[in-house]
């Protein structure tokens, strides 16, 4: 079973479109994560959410809109979607009063044409 | 920004242990130290973690200076499936920021 799972593992997309990705987790977490790690490959921090609730917004366009509809599952919705958007995605899990352990995902590759 | 600086790569000879050295002079009295790598293509994957004594589990050991001010991650013996990103990251508790610097890309050689 994976613990915490993303789809689509791969995306390719023109400019300008829509696009959404997918997490959940089975861990029983409360506490959920989007990490974005660029060509670069500098993994930074993009949102957290407690019980559904947005705890961390770390300055992301708000072409970026992550949704959780509970807190087993946070969605990562992104509009008109600009090349500079391409990258590995990551979510997370963790719980609040554990060790601090985050748990990722594999990642979801994006690429803006 | 992230609060550590650690040697950008390092070579470790397959069986021989990997000592990979983290600096975290500016460190707080309640910021833990917590390590991490990331094998290619996959995500991070939790290390072990610290705040003042060593720590050892069954993947690392995890040595602490006195004064706090650096540490070292230990693989008592690297294997060629040890080659990745390692990543040590300064965090307070059951916060949720875990702010990722640019790691020591370890290979391990046979």
């Known amino acids: 079973d994976t613990a915490v799972s993303q789809t689509p593992k791969y995306l390719v997309t023109q400019m300008g479109n829509d696009k959404s990705i997918k997490c959940e987790q089975n861990?029983?977490?409360?506490?959920m994560y989007w990490y974005k790690q660029d060509s670069k490959k500098f993994l930074k921090i993009m949102f957290s959410?407690?019980?559904?609730?947005?705890?961390i917004n770390e300055t992301v366009p708000n072409r970026f809109s992550p949704k959780s509809p509970d807190k087993a599952h946070l969605n990562l919705h992104i509009n008109s979607l600009e090349l500079g958007d391409s990258a590995v995605y990551f979510c997370?899990?963790?719980?609040?009063?554990?060790?601090?352990?985050?748990?990722f995902g594999e990642g979801s590759r994006l690429t803006v044409l | 920004d992230a609060k550590t600086t650690q040697p950008p790569s390092m070579d470790c000879a397959e069986g021989r242990a990997a000592n990979l050295p983290c600096n975290h002079s500016?460190?707080?009295?309640?910021?833990?130290v917590y390590w991490y790598r990331q094998i290619h293509s996959q995500g991070p994957q939790y290390i072990i973690h610290?705040?003042?004594n060593n720590e050892t589990n069954e993947m690392a050991s995890l040595i602490i200076t006195e004064d706090r001010k650096s540490s070292t991650l230990i693989l008592p013996h690297a294997t060629l499936r040890d080659t990745a990103v390692y990543y040590c990251?300064?965090?307070?508790?059951?916060?949720?920021?875990?702010?990722f610097g640019t790691g020591t890309r370890l290979q391990v050689f046979p």
């Open positions: 610290g705040l003042k």
């Open positions: 990251i300064v965090r307070v508790h059951n916060t949720d920021k875990l702010i």
């Open positions: 500016t460190i707080s009295g309640n910021e833990y």
């Open positions: 959410y407690n019980n559904k609730e947005l705890i």
């Open positions: 861990l029983g977490h409360d506490t």
């Open positions: 997370a899990s963790s719980q609040a009063g554990g060790t601090g352990e985050l748990f």
